[in-house]
């Protein structure tokens, strides 16, 4: 029997979502001892609305996805802990009510410009002297371009948008409404824990105000516990591939300079640590951060590097821990 397919999602029903208590779980019965549904019950639209509004909070649960995850789970216990709640990852009523705080609807139209549909789009080859030849590493496609605007998985923005052509200027589409936030306060401190893969940015009084999914090393590259310094901050870097640095670089492999672009290796921004080799940067997969390993740096998606550059500069502290 073939699977149903995935209800629409409408903007009137994803900016609606978590306005209001959950509907009991199934079975039971309004009064005494009924219990809320729970969070793996939670609706798409509703997980949808929580993850955008969490990302306006600057608390990223990695790529939009309108599911239920260890990165969505990661957030809210984020976000909790600044709210003062009990961080249990959880979307109860009182996180419900911190996010609630935000009023903007969390889907919104916007029309698609030229700049969005002009491309030049072209797939990227696999191998890195293919890529070396390249002179950028821009979009594959119009829906990678649009996911990383908006912050949302290319599968996402279609089912949110069916019928509508995303390669033509003019189109109103429905999109996450991320574009408007307030920019970061200056951070004093990054930390990063290997523990539960997360980047969190706090001031000077140690409070937090940020948090972002992070993909941090691996048994090969091991995450370099310790106190570091940002050494600097280079925004759309060329890459210099050394295979000597990486254990599985294929056989024959040689020294390459890739050009810049968001499918570059460490995306549109690389932000140095004062140990060598090592750094905070983007990635071309923002669907992996959180999910996979990386070869010793701190990985992010593009969209939280970019705004990790803006919140951070050289000296700030550095602290890497289990």
Known sequence: MAASAPSALTAE???????SPEPLAAGAKPGKGAKP???????????????VLLDRAHFSAGEIDAASGSNMRLALSGFQKKAGLEPSGTLDEATWAALNADSADALVQYTLLDADV??????????????????????????????EKFHVSPALLARLNPGKDLSRAGEAILVPNVL??????????????R?????????????????????????HDPLPIGSWKVNGIARNPVYHYNPKLFWDASPGDKKAKLPSGPNNPVGVAWVDLSKDH?????TPVPASIGKTQSHGCIRLTNWDVATLTGSVGYGTEVLLQE
């Open 13 to 19: 029903a994803v900016n609606n979502a978590g306005k």
């Open 37 to 51: 549904a729970k969070a793996a019950k939670l609706s798409a639209a509703t997980l949808l609305r929580a993850q």
């Open 118 to 147: 002009a491309g030049p789009f072209a797939p990227i080859p696999e191998g890195m002297a293919e890529k070396a030849k390249l002179s950028t590493l821009g979009y594959s496609s119009v829906a990678e371009a649009l996911g």
């Open 180 to 193: 408007d936030t307030e920019p970061l306060p200056k951070a004093a401190k990054i930390v990063v824990d």
């Open 195 to 219: 523990s539960d893969r997360s980047l969190t940015l706090l001031d000077a009084a140690g409070a937090i105000l940020a948090q972002f999914p992070s993909s941090t090393g691996s048994s």
């Open 278 to 282: 090592y750094g905070i940067h983007g």
